[in-house]
């Protein structure tokens, strides 16, 4: 999703203002990166693309700011500068989604009336939020993390999410 990562960039920026270093940004980018390979794999799988077929065979039918001197010569991890970013803003996951989706529809209205024509709109920003939050939890555990990105990856195709929606733009 190109709109997807520059939502998302755009809501974390906004979000921590001066907290939003080119560092923490190219964090945010190399993680989303792993999301988006990760999903693209659930999507081009063989239940993925058995899930995009149900969907147009459907749509046919339908029409850390400061530190220690030490510390702050060892630079931070991608894991460490994605958890304290998104310490920062994780305290209202419904506002940041809601942030979130008012920017990404900006970026590309058509979204509303394809990929997310049969979604609760008022649901999605607090649902997105929940998952990745919990993706942030697992971050240091991808034995459990990337399973559910790839089945995310495969549930998404069945909602009409094609691999053009996927490219990352930061």
Same mark, same amino acid.
């Given at each position: 999703?190109?709109?997807?990562? *520059?939502?998302?960039?755009?809501?974390?920026?906004?979000?921590?203002?001066?907290?939003?270093?080119?560092?923490?940004?190219?964090?945010?980018?190399?993680?989303?990166?792993?999301?988006?390979?990760?999903?693209?794999?659930?999507?081009?799988?063989?239940?993925?693309?058995?899930?995009?077929?149900?969907?147009?065979?459907?749509?046919?039918?339908?029409?850390?700011?400061?530190?220690?001197?030490?510390?702050?010569?060892?630079?931070?991890?991608?894991?460490?500068?994605?958890?304290?970013?998104?310490?920062?803003? *994780? *305290?209202?996951?419904?506002?940041?989604?809601?942030?979130?989706?008012?920017?990404?529809?900006?970026?590309?209205?058509?979204?509303?009336?394809?990929?997310?024509?049969?979604?609760?709109?008022?649901?999605?920003?607090?649902?997105?939020?929940?998952?990745?939050?919990?993706?942030?939890?697992?971050?240091?555990?991808?034995?459990?993390?990337?399973?559910?990105?790839?089945?995310?990856?495969?549930?998404?195709?069945?909602?009409?999410?094609?691999?053009?929606?996927?490219?990352?733009?930061?």
């Amino acid at each position: 999703f190109p709109m997807v990562a *520059s939502a998302l960039l755009a809501t974390l920026r906004a979000g921590l203002g001066a907290g939003f270093t080119p560092e923490v940004e190219g964090a945010w980018t190399r993680i989303y990166g792993v999301i988006q390979r990760t999903m693209l794999e659930g999507a081009n799988s063989e239940r993925g693309r058995e899930l995009f077929t149900g969907y147009t065979t459907r749509q046919r039918t339908a029409s850390k700011a400061k530190g220690d001197t030490a510390q702050a010569k060892k630079p931070k991890s991608d894991n460490d500068m994605i958890r304290e970013s998104w310490a920062k803003v *994780s *305290s209202d996951l419904e506002g940041v989604g809601k942030a979130f989706y008012k920017r990404l529809f900006e970026v590309e209205p058509s979204l509303l009336t394809t990929v997310f024509k049969n979604s609760d709109i008022e649901a999605q920003p607090l649902t997105l939020m929940t998952m990745i939050d919990g993706a942030v939890k697992l971050l240091d555990q991808p034995d459990k993390l990337l399973p559910v990105l790839r089945q995310l990856g495969e549930r998404h195709t069945g909602y009409g999410v094609e691999e053009k929606h996927f490219p990352m733009v930061a």
